[in-house]
C-alpha cells in the first residue's frame, strides 16, 4: 500500500521550520521524502496538503488515558487534537503495573496490559509509566506508614517488572493519595531499579507553590538515586504568592542541568489547573481519607471544617466547581452561605468532585512554555467529546492545539511543533516517532497552521479543536476532517527498552 502526500510544508519534527515536500509512505512507515511533484504517476493513494503542514503525530507525554481507552475505544479526545501517541500511567497513577480491570477486561500484569491495548487496537498509541501511587495502593492500601522491608522489596519488584515489559519509566503524584504518605527514602529505594538504565522519572512533586524548592530538591534527589532523568510534571509556580519563584525555580533547574542531571518539563497551556475539591484542605485534614464520612456524621466537625476552610491553601472564591460551572463565590451567594461552609457542604458530598483552580499566572506560563526542555502535555482526563457524562477540563480536548498556537507565536513554528513531538519522543526514548524521517513510523498530521486552535472551556469541553485535516496513525487515516464520524483504529502499545 502507498501514499502520497503532496504539496504540504513538512515540519519534520526537529525543529526546522517548515519546507515544501512531498512525501512517499509505504506501509506503515515514510519510506521517502523529495521535492514536490517527485512522486507523480506513482501508483498511489494521493492525499492534497496544499496550504497545510504535516508534522509527525504529535505526542502527549502527560496523558491518563490508562482506563479511559479502554472504556472509551475512539479516543476522540485524544485523536482530533493531532495526538498520535499518549504518555500514560501519570501523576503516580497507573492501570498497566498492577493487576486490574474495566469494561469486563482484566490484566494479571503489564503483559497482559500490553496486549489488551494491542487486540484493541485503540486509535492512538499507547507507551506508560508506571506509578508510584497505585503500586503503593496495590501493596500497602491505604496505610499512611512507612512499608516494612518486604513491602519496600515487592514494590520495587512491581517496579522492575513494569520496566521490564516495556514500561518508559515511573511516576508520582505526591500531593496524592497514598503517594503522600511517602518519604524521600522510600522513592530512593523505588528509584535504585532505575540506576544504570535510561528508564525515566516523571514527578508531580510534593509542592508546586509554597515548598516548591524543597520539592524540587526531593524530585533530584530521587532521580539521583536512580537513572539521572527527571520530567518535572505540569511545571508551575501555583498561587499569586509564589508566581515570583518562577526566576529562582528556572535558576535552579539550568543548575541542575548544566551539572549533569537531565531535566525536562511538560506544561498544559492553561492557567487554571483541575482536580478534586478535597485539595482545598489545609493541614492536617488534607491527608483525612474519609472526610465526606466524617462530615456526615458529626456538626462539631462540619464548624471545624468551615472555620478550617478560612486557611486553605487554594483561593476558594475562584474555583470552579465543574459540575456547576460556577465558582464557589457564585455558589455561596445562590445557597446564601459563606463561601466556607458552601465549600464544607460539597466536602461532605463528596471530596473527589472534579474542581478547576485559577492559581497560575499568564506571564509565568508563557516564560514556561517557551523553555527549550518544556514538551506540551496535557494533563487531560476526561471531555464531553468521549464521555457525555463528563466534567472536564478543556485541556482534555484543547491542549494541543491551544499549545501550538501560544508557542508558535512566541518561538516560532518548528520549534513548537519540536516540543509536541521530537522532544517528547526523544525525553521518552519512543522509538521511530516524533520526528518525519526516512524509514519512520508514518504517524502524522496534516494542519492548517493559521488555524490551529482550540475554542473549549469549562463549559463546552465537547468543541473539537480547530485547523486539524487528517491524522494519520502508521501510514493509515485515522481521522479525516471530510468524513469526521469516521475512526480507524490502529494504535499499538509502544514498548520502551
Ligand atoms: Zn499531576
Not at 526546522?16 to 509512505?25: M, V
Not at 506501509?27 to 521535492?35: F, G, K, P, Q, V
Not at 496544499?50 to 502527560?62: E, L, R, T, Y
Not at 516495556?166 to 505526591?174: E, Q
Request: include cysteine; charged fraction near 25%; aromatic fraction near 6%.
Amino acid at each position: 500500500m502507498k501514499t502520497v502526500i503532496q504539496n504540504g510544508m513538512i515540519c519534520d519534527g526537529s525543529g526546522h521550520e517548515p519546507e515544501l515536500k512531498d512525501i512517499l509512505i509505504e506501509n506503515n512507515r515514510i519510506a521517502e521524502l523529495a521535492s514536490p511533484g517527485t512522486f507523480a504517476g506513482a501508483e498511489a493513494d494521493i492525499i492534497d496538503a496544499s496550504g497545510k503542514i504535516i508534522a509527525p503525530g504529535f505526542i502527549d507525554v502527560h496523558a491518563h488515558g490508562d482506563k479511559r481507552k479502554l472504556r472509551f475505544r475512539d479516543r476522540k479526545s485524544v485523536l482530533l487534537q493531532g495526538i498520535t501517541t499518549e504518555v500514560d500511567g501519570n501523576c503516580g497513577n497507573s492501570a498497566s503495573c498492577i493487576p486490574g480491570e474495566c469494561e469486563g477486561f482484566s490484566w494479571k500484569n503489564p503483559e497482559e496490559y500490553a496486549n489488551l491495548i494491542n487486540d484493541l487496537n485503540v486509535p492512538v498509541n499507547t507507551v506508560v509509566l508506571a506509578g508510584h501511587n497505585s503500586i503503593r495502593q496495590h501493596v500497602m492500601g491505604s496505610c499512611p506508614a512507612r512499608p516494612t522491608d518486604e513491602e519496600l522489596r515487592t514494590m520495587q519488584k512491581l517496579l522492575e517488572d513494569s520496566l521490564s515489559a516495556g514500561a518508559a519509566g515511573w511516576s508520582s503524584g505526591l500531593t496524592y493519595f497514598p503517594g503522600k504518605f511517602a518519604d524521600e527514602e522510600e522513592l530512593k529505594a523505588l528509584s535504585s531499579v532505575t540506576a544504570g538504565s535510561q528508564k525515566i522519572y516523571a514527578t508531580h512533586m510534593r509542592s508546586e507553590g509554597d515548598d516548591l524548592f524543597a520539592a524540587l530538591e526531593e524530585a533530584v534527589h530521587v532521580a539521583q538515586a536512580g537513572s539521572n532523568r527527571l520530567q518535572i510534571s505540569h511545571l508551575k509556580t501555583i498561587f499569586p504568592r509564589n508566581y515570583h519563584k518562577i526566576d529562582h525555580l528556572l535558576e535552579l533547574i539550568e543548575q541542575y542541568r548544566a551539572s549533569g542531571l537531565e531535566i525536562n518539563a511538560d506544561r498544559y497551556p492553561y492557567v487554571y489547573s483541575s482536580t478534586r475539591i478535597g485539595q482545598v484542605l489545609p493541614a492536617p485534614y488534607d491527608k483525612m481519607t474519609d472526610i465526606s464520612e466524617q462530615l456526615k456524621n458529626s456538626e462539631m466537625f462540619r464548624k471545624e471544617i468551615t472555620e478550617a476552610l478560612k486557611n486553605s491553601p487554594r483561593d476558594l472564591a475562584t474555583t470552579i466547581l465543574i459540575s456547576e460551572n460556577m465558582t464557589l463565590a457564585e455558589l455561596a451567594v445562590q445557597n446564601g452561605k459563606s463561601i466556607e461552609e458552601t465549600c464544607m457542604e460539597i466536602l461532605m458530598q463528596s471530596a473527589e468532585q472534579s474542581a478547576a483552580y485559577l492559581c497560575m499566572s499568564e506571564d509565568n506560563l508563557k516564560r514556561i512554555l517557551a523553555l527549550s526542555y518544556v514538551c506540551a502535555g496535557s494533563d487531560g482526563i476526561s471531555c464531553q467529546l468521549d464521555d457525555p457524562e463528563s466534567e472536564g477540563h478543556p485541556r482534555a480536548v484543547g491542549s494541543f492545539p491551544r499549545f501550538y498556537h501560544l508557542v508558535s507565536q512566541i518561538c516560532s513554528v518548528g520549534e513548537a511543533v519540536r516540543k509536541m513531538t521530537g522532544l517528547p519522543a526523544t525525553v521518552f526514548r519512543i522509538p521511530e516517532r516524533g520526528f518525519i524521517r526516512k524509514n519512520y513510523i508514518a504517524d502524522l498530521v496534516i494542519f492548517d497552521g493559521e488555524k490551529l486552535d482550540s475554542k473549549a472551556g469549562f463549559d463546552r469541553n465537547n468543541l473539537l479543536p480547530c485547523g486539524i485535516d487528517r491524522v494519520i496513525v502508521a501510514g493509515k487515516t485515522a481521522w479525516n476532517a471530510a468524513e469526521s464520524e469516521k475512526i480507524g483504529h490502529y494504535g499499538r502499545y509502544i514498548a520502551v527498552n
